[in-house]
């Protein structure tokens, strides 16, 4: 990645004392922490619909408005990352993130609620894949992988502990107890990036905001890397949606009966898959991506096995859940590394255009779900889910050695 222009708006240093050890896990605490916020909701629907008078059958807009505030944002906000200055940009958004919270907290009536959720979907996903933005523009080339790692680590962490967060502390201090409470962390940690983060010259300074919009199809359309693992970011997403969208329907049910509290807990064991698959960003650096990538997809594919073992053995859910998340995490990394590789000037379209991707998966992995438990239980989502694991990895053999010669060479 070439040097970082200069002179730099507020203080920028040379990448080497960016990346600094503190520096990166600054960047992966904020990044897990920005996430959570658009998760936080999901175990809490029960006391929302109890609250503001909404029936369970309509409560789940609560979860589409945060959602469509997470597509928003991926396709008007986190692109102006590369036009914008990202540290100020960033810091814009996190005072924005905090007040949202707060209006969450204190909502009086459902259009408050929600509009309030549109904001945190937004301004949530805004913060999260700027600082992945951030980090992969930042880092020296030998240690891209490394640092986006970190931050993706963050993100996957963030996201699974989300639940755990909001149910203990709902069991405490309520639901408006949460979205509080997730206020004042967000304030530490905007007051922690005024602090600690250095400023970032844009890349795209002076083009025009509907110019850098149009150019994200031009990216797609040229950028074979983004395609190929744009296509497997969907087919994993899909494949984890499978899982975790069911998941609660067994475990609800008798004879197991769990709270949402209860099953959001075993978003701990997930954690630690995360964060064993977080060094697949080193070995991305070491020019091994595309046997990660295979280590990863067969990961994706055997961990249906013990998942399917569940209504007789959670202790292979556990195994199961520990072999998804693994496979997953260490995909997801390897992806961002190389699509990011040698292109920090488009850092944040890049991104945007990628979780677009995972959107999609996102949401088709969760509609097809909830239809293949209804018909068939457990064993038809396990099934569905391998099938989309063994899709994966088909598409990964059929186009490994299309990629652009920059990449291969690198993986």
């Known amino acids: 990645m070439p040097a970082l222009p200069t002179p730099c708006p507020d203080g920028c240093r040379s990448p080497a004392a960016v990346m600094s050890p503190a520096l990166v896990g600054l960047l992966a605490v904020a990044s897990g922490m920005s996430v959570a916020n658009v998760y936080y909701a999901q175990p809490l629907l029960d006391a929302l619909a109890a609250t503001f008078s909404i029936s369970h059958a309509a409560v789940g807009g609560v979860v589409t408005a945060t959602q469509l505030g997470c597509a928003l944002a991926l396709v008007v906000l986190v692109p102006l990352g590369d036009r914008m200055e990202r540290r100020r940009l960033m810091l814009v958004q996190a005072a924005l993130l905090v007040m949202a919270l707060g209006w969450v907290a204190l909502a009086r009536g459902p259009a408050a609620l929600l509009s309030g959720m549109l904001a945190v979907g937004m301004l949530g996903t805004a913060m999260t894949q700027g600082l992945i933005a951030y980090a992969a523009s930042a880092a020296t080339p030998g240690e891209q992988g490394r640092v986006v790692g970190a931050a993706q680590g963050g993100v996957f962490v963030g996201l699974l502990l989300a639940r755990v967060f909001a149910g203990a502390v709902s069991d405490a201090w309520g639901w408006r107890g949460v ?3 997730a206020a004042a962390l967000m304030l530490v940690m905007a007051l922690l990036l005024y602090r600690r983060l250095p400023g970032q010259a844009p890349a795209a300074q002076g083009m025009a905001y509907a110019r850098l919009l149009g150019s994200m199809g031009q990216l797609l359309r040229r950028d074979r890397t983004l395609q190929v693992r744009g296509v497997l970011a969907l ?5 984890f949606n499978v899982f975790w969208t069911a998941l609660v329907l067994p475990l609800s049910a008798a004879p197991y009966g769990y709270s949402h509290t209860q099953i959001g807990a075993f978003g701990l064991v997930g954690a630690v898959g995360a964060l064993a698959a977080a060094r697949a960003g080193r070995w991305a650096d070491r020019g091994r991506a595309q ?13 249906w096995w013990p998942l399917s073992w569940m209504p007789a053995s959670l202790w292979a859910l556990v195994a199961g859940i520990v072999l998804l998340d693994m496979g997953g995490q260490a995909l997801h990394v390897t992806n961002q590394s190389l699509i990011l590789r040698g292109q920090a000037q488009a850092a944040g379209r890049l991104v945007s255009l990628y979780m677009l991707f995972y959107a999609v998966g996102s949401g088709l992995g969760a509609i097809a779900t909830t239809a293949t438990y209804a018909r068939f239980g457990w064993n038809g989502v396990c099934t569905l889910g391998a099938a989309i694991s063994c899709a994966a990895w088909l598409f990964w053999w059929l186009t490994r050695d299309t990629l652009p010669a920059s990449t291969t060479e690198a993986s």
Not at 291 to 303: D, F, G, I, P, S
């Open 235 to 239: 087919l994993m997403f899909a494949a």
């Open 291 to 303: 046997a990660t990538t295979a280590l990863a997809l067969l990961l994706l594919v055997l961990a």
């Open 179 to 181: 979205y509080a409470s």
